[in-house]
């Protein structure tokens, strides 16, 4: 008497007995018909999936402030493009 998990439902089960007695399937010869349970895969899947984004949404207020910053960096370097050029065009006419 060998005891094996039933290809079906995971439990032990002996390979004496014809059907498994948690589920009804016959553990000899189910095993190249079982499929594999794939849902812990996806539940895997799915919560990076959130975590990405997650944290996607949470960084979107920081790249937003960051392009303001640089819009306003540019700004002031346009200013002072723009003086520097003022003041050189004004030496050079006097």
């Not at 819009?71 to 050029?85: D, G, M, P, S």
Request: with cysteine; aromatic share 6%; glycine share 4%.
């Amino acid at each position: 008497m060998t005891i094996i998990a039933c290809p079906n439902c995971k439990k032990a089960t002996s390979t004496r007995l014809t059907v498994c007695e948690h589920c009804g399937v016959n553990p000899s010869t189910s095993t190249s018909t079982a499929t594999y349970d794939w849902s812990w895969l996806m539940m895997w899947i799915g919560l990076i999936l959130l975590l990405v984004i997650a944290y996607g949404i949470y960084q979107m207020p920081e790249k937003k402030r960051l392009a303001e910053e640089q819009k306003v960096l540019l700004k002031q370097q346009n200013i002072e493009e723009a003086k520097a050029t003022k003041e050189r065009d004004e030496k050079r006419k006097s």
